[in-house]
């Protein structure tokens, strides 16, 4: 999970400033592991920042059914 975009984090890396984790594809190449760490404050607007969402296996087939 590295390479693509610096993942916000619910983790404040200090105050005002919460921790992104994995690297981005505008990052150096020895930076891209999934325990690379960063942080960033709430309002940052970036190209290269964003976050990932996970469900299920059994709610994605679930949902997935529902569209046919």
Do not use: H
């Not at 890396?13 to 921790?19: I, L, N, S």
């Amino acid at each position: 999970m590295c390479g693509d975009i610096w993942a916000w984090c619910s983790t404040e890396a200090e105050p005002g400033r919460d921790e992104l984790k994995g690297s981005a594809f505008t990052s150096p190449f020895f930076r891209c592991t999934p325990s690379t760490r960063n942080d960033a404050g709430a309002d940052l607007y970036d190209d290269d920042t964003g976050f990932r969402t996970v469900t299920p296996a059994e709610t994605m087939r679930a949902l997935l059914n529902m569209q046919r």
